[in-house]
């Protein structure tokens, strides 16, 4: 009997082949369809922003340079522009909020781009958004404050526009020869709850910068205890605070069990090294456990009574 290959038979081939471009036609939409869907537009968080908050200092008459490092994690080239504008901090919760800061003369001429006009930032590269800063003799010595943010699309194509994540420059303008008032500051208040009866215990103060420039907060609350011996000592957290701004700073006594009458003393130092004290007094109580015990000796009082009495027939 003659055998048949079947796989020499040309029709057979024929069917393989298309069967096999076929799945390869497909597959490949399959993944054209995913990279389109993930990966084929440009997305709100696809320009990343180093540096959020820069703190430069120079004397009047000088000049700096203040750079963004930027990074495309798109896979299409980006045309970025930069902007410039003044913003506000929400103390309470540290959010930024961009104003038109007019009559800022270091959003309106202090601060220029070096690159010369927009910044083409190829996909998954990096690149600095440099910029010049340059200080008038004349310029008065406190702090000037500026917020950067790009704008960017595709290169190619109309595209839709996204703005990225904020960076913040921090500019302090002092000569060799200011006055020591620049950086002044001081606590408005030391507040706590008006009950205490366990711990933790929440404490909340209100420091103002009363000076001309930005600079980090630094302190402390001691609390004494009704024999005047130190029990605690809790760092309250560094931050900036802006000139005429007021922070509302929060510390935390994490000790559960107290009773009696205690000393709070909130020390702030500014940024001159002057410090600042409010002194403040709580009493805590923890009546459940006084509950207990005084239950306790009522029972025992009770008990004692009750076998002191005479028996009928004694």
């Known amino acids: 009997m003659h ?16 069967i096999l471009k076929m799945r390869k036609f497909f597959f490949t939409l ?18 990343v922003v180093a540096e959020k908050i820069q703190e430069i200092n120079l004397v009047p008459g000088g000049a700096g340079h203040f750079s963004v490092q930027l990074k495309n994690n798109s896979d299409f080239d980006l045309l970025v522009v930069p902007v410039l504008k003044g913003f506000k901090i929400n103390n309470d919760n540290g959010e930024i909020e961009l104003v038109d800061d007019i ?9 220029k781009p070096l690159n ?3 910044i083409e930032l190829r996909a998954g590269r990096e690149k600095k958004a440099a910029f010049l800063i340059t200080v008038p003799v004349t310029a008065e010595n406190k702090g000037y404050y500026a917020a950067v ?3 960017y699309k595709p290169l190619q194509g109309p595209g839709e526009e996204f703005t990225s994540e904020v960076s913040l420059l921090l500019l302090g303008v002092e000569s060799p020869e200011s006055n020591s008032l620049i950086r002044g500051g001081q606590i408005d208040n030391l507040t706590i709850p008006e009950k205490i009866y366990y711990g933790p215990v929440e404490f ?7 000076g001309k420039i930005h600079y980090k907060t630094q302190g402390e609350i001691e609390i004494y205890n009704s024999l005047n011996r130190k029990s605690a000592v809790i760092p309250i957290k560094s931050q900036n605070i802006l000139p005429g701004n007021t922070l509302n700073l929060k510390a935390e006594w994490k000790r559960k069990y107290l009773l009696g009458r205690y000393l709070v003393v909130a020390k702030m130092v500014d940024g001159d090294g002057n410090q600042s004290v409010v002194v403040v007094n709580f009493w805590a109580f923890p009546w459940k456990e006084f509950s207990v015990i005084f239950g306790v000796i009522i029972l025992f009082y009770i008990s004692k009574k009750v076998r002191s009495r005479p028996l009928p027939f004694e």
Do not use: M
């Open 204 to 210: 909340k103060a209100s420091f103002t910068n009363t």
């Open 3 to 18: 055998k048949v290959n079947a796989l020499s038979h040309p029709a057979l081939l024929a069917r393989i082949k298309y």
């Open 30 to 47: 399959i993944i054209f369809l995913l990279h389109f869907l993930f990966f084929g537009e440009v997305r709100a968080a696809d320009l």
């Open 149 to 151: 943010y790009f704008i």
């Open 103 to 111: 009559g800022n003369p270091l959003t309106e001429s202090w601060l």
């Open 116 to 118: 010369a006009g927009d």
